[in-house]
């Protein structure tokens, strides 16, 4: 077993020292188990996580940031989620559904977290985040590009106080830019980023992808970002702005189909669930469902053949390769589609089975959940929440052979931790603390 | 500035050391900029990026670890791209398009790495890939589980010899567990993890996301994954097996789709461009292509679309109304929207308040001004197919900007070159590797 010695960050304003400092009063013994197995059982050790001492000051809400500072929490990080008192992250009001008076919606995105309640546009509230950013690693918002500058808490202000700030920030298009000011929605980056242009039926107009994968891919660039800037920061102990935002996250992923036109012109179009180049790779609906069949060459397709009982099929001509097949697409997939439609989606799965086709059933989510191999990733994570009681929600998609993803907190409700963080984080005393709750620049929250 | 030190690994098979340790004849001192503001000018500072210094053995194929390489690359690590003499990554053959002989596939997500084309089935060639294992700080693979094992290249075999590896393991399923063996593919990742279902319009059938979204996704957790875990080795010195998966990066991008259910049974459907709750927010058709519109503030949006008549009616009222006699309000909407073009709405909608975008073909979103300040075309010179543009790094730091990318590299276009600088093999040896087959050298260049 390896020894971690946990340090965490000075206190009252002391420009924050790098990871491995020491700070007096807050020297921790910490002992890590590492380098186990994937298949080992989980034990006390599971507690040492990549990001334990990494504080993160959250400024964002509803889901690309929220999602990020989700995914820094759930691998160890202090995630002090600052919100304005009252309603809180705008989430909290998104519904229904609701589990007693707590939104699904902002449930789904914000364990791991502590919850500040703070006002910003109040000068003390102000303050109390700017004293936060000077004890934190890193700062994450989303705000309009200019807005938090505007009072104060702007990148360039907070990284004086603080040089080793990293200051992550979220936004629709950019922090600089013609379209710097276009707030950022999932729905209207994913449709000018390309995305619904590609994503919709043959025949059919654009759609979107039915989660916004657009936010999702933001948040997914920023914890990896922070991170990178994080390790950089080891060597040399500063800070740094990082810019991230929907539209370049989307456009960067569409990679082979933005290569595709960039280096030639070709426009990309719909395929439904199909293959542009492939033949038979789609989905097809059966008597009770949806089969997705990814059959990538002969073999597979005579296979295909066979498990369908259309012996027939792989022996005409014009099915015989894949460039025949995809020149005679529609008849081809016609006459497929025509047999899928007779028997059940489960029976059709225990047909193909050892058969060495790609195949998977289109799940509904309540299919999903039902799936051994999704129980077995651990990707349902129950936690009792002090309001709403018994939630679950989609679990870490990421496992590490050195912790497992015990004992998450549950998302917070607003302001749970406010008095715990002035406290804890700025060491403010009791007077102090008092005072600002009276002013309004910060709010407590009383049920718990 | 900052006086910035780099200190690469060890030589030989020494067990390497973190990131900040010493080597002789292989300490090098470099200047770094730091906290440099992002609008200013880019300088020859730009070459300090996060993970100079790191090494990544590159052994993944296709697009999900390629594409989580590539962000390692982008960000300043080496990447040692493992392909099998030949035909090399699959993707390679993939085409049309291509450019010269280069598939475009390959081009998007291969950028900032270098090829050593080694077979790993012979004894040699896994015996060169055990030992740059065991002078990296990560290796990432996408191999059907048990199939590194098999030839001595799992993670325990590994991280005996290098307890500080942290290996990257990249499924369709998973390491372990009843699907374990299923192959990773996005389309059926899709459709099993519930993606597919919640895709498609109201009334039709299920599509997928038009680029492969599970597996970008998947690329994307493994890169944070991976950063997270060398920020953990600096404490532990320990390394790490990380396991991650197309299914389970879907099933957690579900986020309050998948908690719907969860948390009392509510089963998602399709919407098209359409938004559960809030009416009008969607995709409408103009005369001359699509647009999306989010309108929360039902005033402006009727005022711009001249239907006042519309906010009076009284069953249009609040959101909530709106939500239930949608369709009515929808169809109305989009006939409107029919009359006039694409262009057209954009400029009266300007300075309205109401979120507004079209849905732009590539063409377009490569003509956005935007998407040329963020600097999403990346051009560069490729040794066989000369000029190429892919997509560009989507994220933006302040001390160091994206410039002089290398381009893909050829096949084995570096085997030499890594055998020589990162195992110091002799020239005797290297002949002997290529004699035998165990590894290739591209002779182009």
């Given at each position: 077993?390896?020894?971690?010695?946990?340090?965490?960050?000075?206190?009252?304003?002391?420009?924050?020292?790098?990871?491995?400092?020491?700070?007096?009063?807050?020297q921790?013994?910490?002992?890590?188990?590492?380098?186990?197995?994937?298949?080992?059982?989980?034990?006390?050790?599971?507690?040492?996580?990549?990001?334990?001492g990494?504080?993160?000051?959250?400024?964002?809400?509803v889901?690309?940031?929220?999602?990020?500072?989700?995914?820094?929490?759930?691998?160890?990080?202090?995630?002090?989620?600052?919100?304005?008192?009252?309603?809180?992250d705008?989430?909290?009001?998104?519904?229904?559904?609701?589990?007693?008076?707590?939104?699904?919606?902002f449930?789904?995105?914000?364990?791991?977290?502590?919850?500040?309640?703070?006002d910003?546009?109040?000068?003390?509230?102000a303050?109390?985040?700017?004293?936060?950013?000077?004890?934190?690693?890193?700062?994450?918002?989303?705000?309009?590009?200019?807005?938090?500058?505007?009072?104060?808490?702007?990148?360039?202000?907070?990284?004086?106080?603080?040089?080793?700030?990293?200051?992550?920030?979220?936004?629709?298009?950019?922090?600089?830019?013609?379209?710097?000011?276009?707030?950022?929605?999932?729905?209207?980056?994913?449709?000018?980023?390309?995305?619904m242009?590609?994503?919709?039926?043959?025949?059919?107009n654009?759609?979107?992808?039915?989660?916004?994968?657009?936010?999702?891919?933001?948040?997914?660039?920023?914890?990896?970002?922070?991170?990178?800037?994080?390790?950089?920061?080891?060597?040399?102990?500063?800070?740094?702005?990082?810019?991230?935002?929907?539209?370049?996250?989307?456009?960067?992923?569409?990679?082979?189909?933005?290569?595709?036109?960039?280096?030639?012109?070709?426009?990309?179009?719909?395929?439904?669930?199909?293959?542009?180049?492939?033949?038979?790779?789609?989905?097809?609906?059966?008597?009770?469902?949806?089969?997705?069949?990814?059959?990538?060459?002969?073999?597979?397709?005579?296979?295909?053949?066979?498990?369908?009982?259309?012996?027939?099929?792989?022996?005409?001509?014009?099915?015989?390769?894949?460039?025949?097949?995809?020149?005679?697409?529609?008849?081809?997939?016609?006459?497929?589609?025509?047999?899928?439609?007779?028997?059940?989606?489960?029976?059709?799965?225990?047909?193909?089975?050892?058969?060495?086709?790609?195949?998977?059933?289109?799940?509904?989510?309540?299919?999903?959940?039902?799936?051994?191999?999704?129980?077995?990733?651990?990707?349902?994570q129950?936690?009792?929440?002090?309001?709403?009681?018994?939630?679950?929600?989609?679990?870490?998609?990421?496992?590490?052979?050195?912790?497992?993803?015990?004992?998450?907190?549950?998302?917070p409700?607003?302001?749970?931790?406010?008095?715990?963080v002035?406290?804890?984080?700025?060491?403010?005393?009791d007077?102090?603390?008092?005072?600002?709750?009276?002013?309004?620049?910060?709010?407590?929250?009383?049920?718990?």
């Open positions: 077993m390896m020894l971690c010695f946990y340090l965490s960050k000075g206190l009252r304003g002391v420009r924050p020292p790098v990871l491995a400092s020491l700070s007096p009063g807050r921790r013994e910490k002992i890590c188990g590492g380098g186990r197995r994937l298949s080992q059982t989980a034990t006390d050790d599971d507690r040492c996580r990549p990001l334990e990494v504080k993160v000051l959250d400024l964002t809400r889901l690309a940031g929220p999602f990020a500072t989700m995914l820094l929490g759930d691998l160890g990080a202090e995630v002090i989620k600052v919100e304005k008192p009252g309603a809180g705008d989430t909290r009001a998104w519904g229904p559904p609701f589990v007693g008076s707590e939104s699904v919606y449930l789904s995105v914000n364990r791991n977290k502590k919850s500040v309640a703070v910003l546009k109040h000068p003390r509230g303050q109390v985040v700017r004293q936060l950013a000077g004890v934190c690693d890193m700062l994450m918002e989303n705000f309009l590009p200019g807005r938090l500058s505007a009072m104060g808490l702007g990148y360039d202000e907070l990284s004086r106080r603080n040089p080793a700030l990293i200051y992550c920030s979220i936004s629709g298009y950019g922090q600089t830019g013609p379209e710097n000011q276009s707030p950022g929605y999932d729905s209207i980056a994913s449709a000018v980023s390309g995305m242009h590609i994503t919709g039926s043959e025949d059919g654009p759609v979107r992808p039915g989660v916004a994968m657009t936010d999702l891919a933001t948040g997914l660039y920023a914890h990896g970002a922070v991170l990178a800037a994080l390790l950089h920061r080891q060597r040399t102990r500063m800070g740094v702005h990082v810019d991230c935002d929907l539209l370049s996250s989307q456009v960067s992923c569409l990679s082979h189909i933005a290569a595709n036109f960039l280096n030639g012109g070709k426009e990309a179009r719909r395929w439904g669930t199909a293959h542009e180049s492939i033949v038979p790779y789609q989905g097809f609906k059966t008597k009770d469902g949806h089969v997705v069949v990814a059959a990538a060459n002969n073999q597979q397709f005579v296979k295909v053949c066979q498990v369908l009982r259309l012996p027939e099929l792989c022996q005409q001509p014009q099915y015989s390769t894949n460039k025949l097949r995809v020149q005679n697409r529609q008849r081809l997939v016609h006459t497929l589609a025509q047999r899928f439609l007779q028997e059940t989606t489960a029976d059709w799965l225990k047909r193909f089975e050892g058969s060495g086709v790609p195949i998977g059933p289109i799940n509904s989510i309540r299919e999903v959940f039902s799936h051994p191999q999704v129980k077995h990733n651990g990707l349902m129950e936690m009792k929440h002090p309001t709403a009681g018994r939630i679950t929600v989609p679990g870490p998609a990421v496992r590490y052979s050195s912790f497992t993803h015990s004992e998450p907190t549950p998302p409700v607003i302001g749970q931790h406010t008095v715990q002035l406290r804890d984080a700025l060491a403010y005393s007077d102090i603390i008092k005072e600002l709750l009276e002013s309004g620049a910060v709010a407590q929250n009383r049920v718990c």
